[in-house]
């Protein structure tokens, strides 16, 4: 008999309904709705000086979506489009990539979040998504250069529903613990409890999350000292006394903090859909162009996502 442990398997409850779910997200009608055509052309004056846009911000943005939906570049999707708008007898005109190109990054983008029943359990992580530069086949033979550069990609996910509550795009020189601030900002509704793993193990993090009058799950180093100055109230001195009380195994078992995988969860959802690279090349349509993604991404989930359980051994 092998020694290894035997790996938990799960089946899917709501199979039917995931699986049109999962249909449903290759729908052409689904991404370029009547919402989309309708305010698709822009008839409303800006008051400034100069013509107004021809295309909505909603074209614009609409554009860029498919365009990581189905992995194209700028000529490609606006080929596709316009192929589509064809297809659907649809009598509408399609922005050229460069005009898509130079209105992205001025783009507003919000996050679809379905209204919540209570306050949230948000878990927070980051991950690196690659930008232009050196292929991996270059970087294994002569290493990395200095025109090396990545985005990194905050997400404030809910641990109930799978749900994008907020997002923050960055360079790579800004720390998980930077954005931490930006991310709770994002979530309008009421916070519950906030889960991180030690890297954001920082005081301006615990003032974010007691600033929601939520609970912070955050494992505190493994050399950790308590905060005098905060007193023995605070947080983090409250989560390092139980972990020496039970064990770090128990705190996190009775704290919740093993939710937090559903960020990474969210992340390899991300990567596995879009790709773990932008195709923009600069810094604001790069975030637009994330942003849209995420967006996109909330949009999958609420058509479906899998109830499963973990069968008996």
């Known amino acids: 008999m092998s020694d290894k442990a035997t790996k938990t398997q799960y089946r899917i409850r709501n199979w039917s309904e995931y699986d049109a779910a999962l249909k449903n997200r290759g729908s052409l009608t689904f991404w370029v709705d009547d919402e989309a055509l309708a305010g698709w052309l822009n008839d409303q004056k800006t008051g400034k ?13 609409t554009m860029s979506t498919m365009g990581s939906v189905l992995n194209l570049r700028g000529r490609q999707t606006e080929g ?41 359990h948000v878990v927070v992580d980051a991950t690196g998504i690659k930008v232009y530069g050196e292929g991996e086949w270059k970087v294994r033979q002569h290493g990395y250069s200095k025109r090396r550069t990545w985005r990194k990609l905050h997400l404030g996910v809910d641990e109930e529903t799978g ?13 998980d613990d930077e954005a931490f601030g930006d991310i709770l900002d994002g979530v309008e509704e ?26 912070a799950n955050i494992p505190p180093r493994e050399d950790a000292q308590y905060w005098e100055k905060e007193g023995p109230t605070h947080a983090r001195n409250q989560n390092l006394k139980r972990i020496e009380e039970v064990g770090r195994a128990q705190w996190k078992q009775e704290s919740g903090y093993h939710r937090r995988s559903l ?19 600069t810094f604001d349509n790069q975030a637009a162009e994330l942003l849209l993604a995420c967006a996109a991404l909330n949009r999958m989930t609420h058509l479906g996502m899998p109830d499963s359980y973990a069968l008996n051994s």
């Open 49 to 61: 000086r100069g013509a107004s846009p021809t295309y909505t911000d909603l074209a614009i943005a």
């Open 263 to 281: 960020s990474e969860t969210a992340m390899f959802r991300f990567k596995v859909i879009f790709g773990d690279t932008c195709s923009r090349r």
């Open 80 to 120: 596709f489009m316009e192929s589509l708008f064809k297809l659907m007898g649809v009598d509408l005109a399609v922005p050229d990539h460069s005009t898509v190109s130079r209105r992205l990054g001025k783009l507003s983008v919000s996050l679809p979040v379905v209204e919540g029943e209570g306050a949230r």
């Open 163 to 175: 749900e994008i509550l907020a997002a923050v795009v960055s360079t790579n020189n800004v720390s």
């Open 190 to 215: 009421d916070i519950e409890a906030v889960s991180a793993d030690g890297a954001y193990d920082k005081r301006k993090c615990y003032d974010a999350i007691d600033a929601r009058d939520a609970q």
